[in-house]
C-alpha cells in the first residue's frame, strides 16, 4: 500500500499507477446479502440452481456490488494522512465489461487522473479498475471521485 503524507505529496503521483489490492473472491453469501439490501432478487444472482443452466453458468455478482467494492479495494492501494476527512463524491463513468461469476476473484487497479479544488477541499479523480482473475476484460472499470479535506 502507498501512504502519502498529504495532499500536496499526492497530487504528485496524478498521472501514475497507485498499484494493486489484494484479490478478493466473490461468494453467493456477500451476492445474496447485497441483493437482500438493495431488493434487486433477479435470478441470475441469487438462485444458483437456475442460473446453472443460465448463459454464465452458475449465479453472478450484481454490477452494482462489484462496483460498491471499489473503496474498499482502492483503500487497499493507497491512504492519503493529514486529511480532516475524505468521502466519495460521486462516479464520472461506469462500465461493465465482464460478468464476475460466483467463485470468481476480482483485485482494483488505481490510476489517479488530477486532482482539482472544490467547494469543500480537492476532488480526485481516479480509474479504479476491477480486474477479474483469468479474464481478458475487466469485471468494471469506474471514474470514481472523491472529495479530500485537508
Known sequence: MKTFQGLAE??????????????HTITQEQIDMFAAATGDHQ???????????????????????TLSLAPMLAGQV?????????????????????????????RAGVELISISPGALGFRA????????????KPACVAECVAVLVP
Not at 10 to 23: D, I, N, Q
Not at 43 to 65: C, V
Open 10 to 23: 499526492f497530487e504528485k503521483a496524478v498521472g501514475t499507477h497507485l498499484g494493486h489490492s489484494r484479490w
Open 78 to 106: 493507497y491512504t492519503v494522512r493529514n486529511l480532516s476527512m475524505g468521502v466519495n463524491y460521486g462516479v464520472d463513468k461506469v462500465r461493465f465489461p465482464a460478468p464476475v461469476v460466483v467463485g470468481s476473484r476480482i
Open 43 to 65: 435470478w441470475i444472482h441469487t438462485d444458483p440452481a437456475r442460473a446453472a443452466a443460465g448463459p454464465f453458468g452458475a449465479t453472478i455478482a450484481h454490477g452494482y456490488l
Open 125 to 136: 479523480l481516479s480509474t479504479v479498475t476491477v480486474e477479474l482473475e483469468g479474464s481478458a
